[in-house]
């Protein structure tokens, strides 16, 4: 029978950089709805609300306990053992019952999942609970009845970039870096993945060993690959089998439990760019949108009257291959959803409870995997032996096959695949054939030595001095520890002999990188090599520099580790001093400083801190473009900058951080997008990981190469800002106005008109003629104008196709024509605006904001990939930055006031000078009128020298009405 996957969501405490930035609460729970709040919204606006099987409150209410456990205070706090009680029991008993499960779970990086998942200290997750207790039910069966034979083994793999690795098999990880494991179909057994380790375990505490063993080599593959640990998959596969006799008849009862830790969502720029050309061509991206389009799918076959009917794109991606049976097959799926209760954190909190809604619709049926061990072993001879004969037929399909070449790799992709089924068959019936301890006894050896050598580690770790490392994910923090011996330690990368005592591959590690001196125990300083990169504490070093406990190191680009110096550290504690814990993003954020960024965070507003939070997200990833830039010589730097909201088309916003791609060896650039500017790095990572494992197709075309700024696409040159004020009382504006580049800084000059006119476009002899002394006599009315933009100058020689563009509140885009051959092109353009009738919106627009005129062109001769004297590194050395980035709001903002205000007072002074024309002109009137000896003088003339609908407005101080009864048209000159 279908059964709904199961959905709960968990709501975390403030972290420590939440608090820093005052963030505010913007998750509700009652019950199982969860509601969020857009911070953004205006006071008084629903939340939007979302309902799951379980929403969990862990933010508040609770108190921590002498053994560190976190206790509820109230019952609408959920503990860990809750948590495990509604879903993690459910595991556990379908494992029993011989169901497939799968706990899904999924959330931004830093949301909670692992601690929901595996915990700390007294705090156990889920995982570990469930394996606690599965091995003290298999105890106590034990000791009731030997009638019953039980078999646990674990599986753990990574998929990054659609590559697999095997977390279990180090050896294995090494060897099969370039490419990966491959993943295979099994006509019974469906997608599994070749070679995987499946390791016998007999206790808690060995699955518990393993899984630290297959995260740490998880961090040093990540760190040797330059990966980004936050965009990997991480499955954790527990096989548990119970044999027994049933109506005398040998019966296997197997549950497979998937533990899946999905990558987490990147926050969208607010910008609203969603990536460029090279979007879809990093692997990385395409689990990430396969995962969701399947869930969308899954999600619309549950309520589609003919759900056969509902293509579901499995074989997208890797993952959504392995996760077939998870997501719509034989199991019994949980998921839970990470929540971070920030303000800060709104949109990516939204992205997570939408895709958790999404995959509550999901349905699955799963089946008891039972039956007679015999009849298994005799259906995989049989399934064996029609592979072999498939093989020895050689019965290749040669679809679409164009040619012999085509046609040879077909079939020897065919043999390829029947040979691995062929294997995995044969494996499992190895396995089935050989007894449980035989099995364990293989593996027991190995785990022995491993736990002795973790054991010793352990020991020296509190003696002796040693680097630990640190990474953007906590959970692979203090995984990697390089000890320190007494002498100099060498440290470099593995490419020459003899082998440094520490190896480290990755960017800008040279072949002797650093040395490390160790006098006693109880001194130690880093020397770098020579043009060797080596920040101590955030800063670069190029002499001796010494070495304090808890101080931080980066060798090359992104091997960032701690030192921890025992002797130093007793010294500390003697002295009674505050031993801090150092995190990764304290250490960023010293990077950051030394770099030049302002990173304190005292008396700054949250838009200041949110910059500081993208910053030292986005400069580690720059550093690494920039390193690999270097190594490939692709003649590319790339550059944080700091875009004001002016410059991103808005009239308000905050200042969002970008990264410069520019290029060396010409004057182009490129802005991107923080997410944009991933996508192309990680296209980068995987070029730069063909050229390091020798691959000679590592290179790309240029319309495929991250490293290329595509000289056809048209980027903005500046951009001016028209203030519209005078509009609203049909008054003229002609100025020439300078276009400002993001910088803020003067990118040429705009000449610019906006004039009132008739219907047919003719513009009044008299400009006095029309205008209004009350902006709201135009409401009702009709109203037309025009924008006319006649010429630029001083436009920088490389740009060609030179045009603008502009949106006048709410209207459709108008585009000028496109000039080349000229930095002062003539546009001549004029776009005729009509309002009828205007409105009190329209008044308010044209009065208070003001028009965005975007110079757009094409970068001529910009290609990129121009191969010019001096390697990447020596012209990345000449070039310096073009400008200190930290003050451009500020400078953009003084100067946008300052025009601001010439233009109202220019639109004042037009308004005064045409009052005082026209109280010259009743002044004349009035004396003309006593040269003649009249007192009275008629209203119709006093209408024709006003000539607006205001009348008396700009006379009232100087003609008052004395009989407002009497018939006659005339008034009285007081």
């Not at 053992?81 to 931004?108: E, I, K, M, P, T």
Request: net charge neutral; proline share 3%; glycine share 6%.
């Amino acid at each position: 029978m279908a059964e709904n996957v199961r959905v709960a969501v968990r709501v975390r405490p403030f972290n420590g950089r939440e608090k820093q930035r005052d963030a505010k609460l913007i998750i509700d729970m009652n019950g199982k709805t969860t509601a969020i709040r857009d911070p953004q919204a205006p006071a008084g606006t629903e939340p939007k609300k979302f309902a799951f099987d379980y929403s969990y409150w862990s933010h508040d209410c609770f108190t921590e306990r002498d053994d560190g456990y976190f206790e509820g205070d109230s019952p609408q706090y959920a503990d860990q053992q809750q948590v495990f009680d509604d879903l993690g029991r459910g595991v556990l008993a379908n494992a029993w019952d011989g169901y497939n499960c799968s706990l899904f779970a999924y959330g931004q990086t830093g949301s909670g999942k692992s601690y929901s998942m595996v915990g700390y200290g007294t705090n156990k997750g889920i995982v570990p609970i469930t394996c606690e207790e599965l091995f003290k039910a298999i105890e106590e069966k034990q000791s009731q009845s030997n009638d019953i034979e039980f078999e646990v083994s674990l599986s753990m793999l990574e998929i990054y970039n659609e590559k697999v690795r095997d977390l279990l098999n180090f050896q294995g990880l090494k060897n099969n870096a370039k490419a990966g494991l491959k993943v295979r179909e099994h006509p019974k057994l469906g997608f599994y993945v070749d070679q995987l380790l499946n390791v016998p375990v007999n206790s808690y505490k060995e699955i518990d060993t393993r899984i630290q063993e297959g995260t740490r080599n998880r961090t040093v593959a990540s760190t040797n690959m330059n990966a980004t640990s936050s965009r990997a998959h991480t499955v954790v596969a527990i096989t548990f089998k119970q044999k027994f006799q049933k109506d005398g008849t040998s019966t296997t009862k197997q549950s497979t439990i998937n533990l899946v830790d999905l990558a987490g969502s990147e926050r969208a720029d607010s910008t609203g760019a969603t990536g460029d050309r090279l979007k879809e061509g990093s692997a990385i991206n395409q689990s990430l949108s396969s995962l969701g389009n399947v869930i969308k799918a899954l999600a619309d076959a549950s309520s589609a009257k003919n759900p056969a009917a509902v293509k579901v794109p499995y074989r997208d991606s890797v993952l959504t291959k392995l996760l077939k049976n998870a997501l719509g097959g034989n199991s019994k799926t949980i998921m839970i959803a990470a929540l971070s209760p920030a303000d800060i954190n709104y949109d990516e909190t939204l992205s997570t409870l939408r895709f958790a809604d999404r995959a509550k619709a999901i349905k699955t049926t799963a089946v008891v995997n039972e039956s007679p061990t015999e009849r298994l072993i005799r259906e995989l001879r049989e399934e064996n032996q029609r592979l072999l004969s498939e093989l020895k037929g050689g019965k290749v399909i040669y679809k679409d096959a164009s040619n012999e070449e085509e046609k040879e790799r077909l079939r020897r992709e065919f043999e390829e695949q029947r040979q691995a089924e062929i294997e995995q068959t044969r494996q499992q019936m190895a396995d089935m054939e050989k007894t449980w301890q035989q099995r364990l006894q293989e593996t027991q050896k190995a785990f022995a030595e491993t736990e002795h050598q973790e054991a010793g580690t352990s020991v020296n770790r509190l003696t002796k001095p040693h680097l630990a490392n640190l990474n953007e994910d906590p959970m692979l923090t203090n995984m990697v520890h390089h000890m320190l011996k007494q002498g100099t330690v060498m440290i470099g990368n593995n490419k020459v002999q003899p082998a440094p005592e520490i190896v480290l591959k990755g960017l800008s590690v040279q072949n002797q990188h650093a040395e490390i001196s160790n006098t006693g125990d109880t001194k130690l300083a880093v020397v770098p090599k020579q043009n060797a990169r080596v920040l101590v504490n955030g800063a670069e070093i190029t002499t001796e520099t010494e070495l304090r406990h808890n101080d931080r190191v980066l060798f090359g680009n992104n091997h960032l580790y701690l030192v921890h110096h025992p002797t130093d550290l007793a010294a500390l504690k003697k002295r009674g001093a505050k031993v801090e814990q150092i995190t990764y993003d304290e250490a960023q954020a010293e990077i950051a400083k030394n770099s030049g960024f302002d990173m304190d965070t005292t008396g700054k507003s949250k838009e200041d801190l949110l910059i500081q939070e993208d910053l030292m997200s986005i400069l580690p990833m720059v550093s690494e473009a920039n390193a690999m830039s270097e190594e490939l010589n692709k003649k590319m730097k790339f550059e944080v900058v700091l875009i004001s909201p002016q410059a991103l088309e808005m009239v308000k916003g905050r200042t969002e951080v970008f990264v410069r791609m520019r290029g060396l060896t010409d004057d182009s650039e490129w802005l991107l997008p923080r997410n944009r500017f991933l996508d192309r790095k990680f296209v980068m990572q995987e070029m730069y990981q063909k050229y390091v494992d020798g691959d000679s197709d590592w290179d790309l075309e240029a319309a495929r190469d991250p490293f290329f700024g595509d000289p056809n696409e048209i980027v903005e040159i500046g951009y001016v800002f028209v203030y519209t004020q005078c509009l609203s009382y049909l008054l003229d504006m002609s100025e020439s106005l300078t276009v400002a580049n993001y910088m803020g800084r003067d990118a040429g000059q705009l000449h610019v008109s906006l004039v009132p006119c008739s219907e047919d476009g003719t513009v009044p002899d008299n400009p006095d003629d029309i205008f209004v002394e009350d902006p709201s006599e135009l409401v009702g009315q009709r109203m037309d104008f025009q924008i006319k933009i006649q010429n630029a100058r001083g436009i920088q020689k490389h740009f060609q196709d030179i045009h603008c563009q502009f949106t006048f509140f709410m209207d459709k885009p108008h585009t000028t024509k496109m000039v080349s051959g000229t930095s002062s092109p003539e546009f001549n353009y004029t776009q005729q605006i009509t309002y009828k009738p205007v409105t009190q919106q329209i008044v308010n627009n044209i009065s208070n904001e003001k028009l965005r005129i975007g110079v757009f062109g094409r970068q001529k001769g910009s290609t990129g990939r121009l191969k010019a004297s001096g390697t990447t590194r020596s012209l990345m050395k000449s070039a310096q930055p073009k400008a200190t980035l930290s003050h451009v709001p500020e400078l953009m903002a003084s100067a946008d006031e300052v025009y601001q205000l010439k233009c109202e007072v220019n639109a004042y002074k037009r308004r005064q000078a045409r009052q005082a024309r026209q109280l010259a002109q009743i002044r004349k009137l009035v004396a003309e009128s006593k040269d003649a000896g009249r007192e009275e003088v008629t209203v119709e003339a006093l209408e024709k020298i006003l000539s607006t609908k205001s009348q008396f407005k700009a006379a009232v101080r100087a003609i008052q009405i004395t009989r407002p009864n009497s018939p006659s048209k005339a008034c009285i000159m007081m």
